[in-house]
């Protein structure tokens, strides 16, 4: 294994290019266990995207409000992230935009450092795409090999998301 940990997160926006509102990550040990989470949510700026009234906001209604802002949420991320990322492979799903855009905000609001984003990030679009999988979908890589999650909402919920990430990781690399 190149890193001791996982470190896999996963945000909600406004629509896929509107603010992040909820933010997730999981890290994981060598071995898959769990030693650290992340879950936060803050008030949804704007009007909000019907596709997330209809899609999302179903899929998060046990993760309560628990920051009063994006830059708030935003600040705990960072202060979360800076913790665990050393020694750390940090994945996600699909990242542009999303996840993408949550790293350059920390950047542009002073959380954290030039040097301090993901470094190599892991998008698990290229791993699925060399294993000839279905690039788009860790749900269908879950199902088609057996793999399980606990028992949280579905997609779109982002420690769902989180968690199927790692673990598809893990399977793909050959570390379980």
């Given at each position: 294994m190149d890193a001791s940990r996982i470190f896999s997160f996963d945000a909600e926006t406004n629509g896929l290019w509107g603010k992040p509102f909820s933010i997730a990550a999981l890290v994981l040990d060598e071995a898959g266990a769990e030693v650290a989470r992340f879950v936060g949510r803050c008030?949804?700026?704007?009007?909000?995207?019907?596709?997330?009234?209809?899609?999302?906001?179903?899929?998060?209604?046990?993760?309560?409000?628990?920051?009063?802002?994006?830059?708030?949420?935003?600040?705990?991320?960072?202060?979360?992230?800076?913790?665990?990322?050393?020694?750390?492979?940090?994945?996600?799903?699909?990242?542009?935009?999303?996840?993408?855009?949550?790293?350059?905000?920390?950047?542009?609001?002073?959380?954290?450092?030039?040097?301090?984003?993901?470094?190599?990030?892991?998008?698990?679009?290229?791993?699925?795409r060399v294993l000839r999988e279905d690039p788009t979908s860790v749900d269908s890589y879950l199902k088609k090999y057996g793999l399980s999650v606990g028992d949280y909402a579905t997609t779109h919920h982002p420690l769902y998301d989180s968690e199927v990430a790692a673990v598809v990781y893990r399977h793909a690399m050959g570390w379980e």
């Amino acid at each position: 294994m190149d890193a001791s940990r996982i470190f896999s997160f996963d945000a909600e926006t406004n629509g896929l290019w509107g603010k992040p509102f909820s933010i997730a990550a999981l890290v994981l040990d060598e071995a898959g266990a769990e030693v650290a989470r992340f879950v936060g949510r803050c008030p949804i700026e704007g009007e909000i995207d019907d596709w997330v009234v209809d899609n999302v906001l179903p899929q998060l209604e046990d993760v309560p409000v628990s920051h009063e802002s994006y830059p708030q949420l935003l600040e705990a991320f960072a202060a979360f992230y800076m913790q665990w990322k050393q020694g750390a492979d940090v994945i996600f799903h699909m990242a542009i935009p999303v996840e993408s855009s949550i790293v350059r905000d920390m950047h542009d609001m002073g959380f954290i450092g030039d040097w301090d984003a993901p470094y190599p990030p892991i998008d698990l679009v290229g791993v699925l795409r060399v294993l000839r999988e279905d690039p788009t979908s860790v749900d269908s890589y879950l199902k088609k090999y057996g793999l399980s999650v606990g028992d949280y909402a579905t997609t779109h919920h982002p420690l769902y998301d989180s968690e199927v990430a790692a673990v598809v990781y893990r399977h793909a690399m050959g570390w379980e």
